[in-house]
């Protein structure tokens, strides 16, 4: 809805959800549409271990954000 609306936006889902973030995108009509995943799971993990996963997603969620290559 943010995208169609012309704000940049992009989702982040672990890697067991891909199959249902491409379902739904293009349920939404945006089959196109680009995410980031980060490894599954996610709720054992300590602190540090998300923090290491959100610093290794930045890059990518940036450049979906921006649109650069």
Same mark, same amino acid.
């Given at each position: 809805?943010?995208? +169609?609306a !012309?704000?940049?936006?992009?989702?982040?889902?672990?890697?067991? /959800?891909?199959v249902?973030?491409?379902?739904m995108?293009? #349920?939404?009509?945006m089959?196109? /549409?680009? /995410?980031v995943?980060?490894?599954?799971p996610?709720?054992?993990?300590?602190? !540090?271990?998300?923090?290491?996963?959100? +610093? +290794?997603?930045?890059p990518?969620? #940036? +450049?979906?954000?921006? !649109?650069t290559?």
């Amino acid at each position: 809805m943010l995208e +169609r609306a !012309g704000v940049p936006a992009v989702s982040i889902c672990t890697d067991a /959800f891909v199959v249902s973030a491409r379902a739904m995108a293009g #349920v939404y009509g945006m089959p196109d /549409f680009e /995410f980031v995943t980060i490894p599954h799971p996610i709720a054992s993990l300590d602190p !540090g271990a998300i923090d290491a996963n959100v +610093r +290794r997603a930045i890059p990518d969620v #940036v +450049r979906i954000l921006t !649109g650069t290559p």
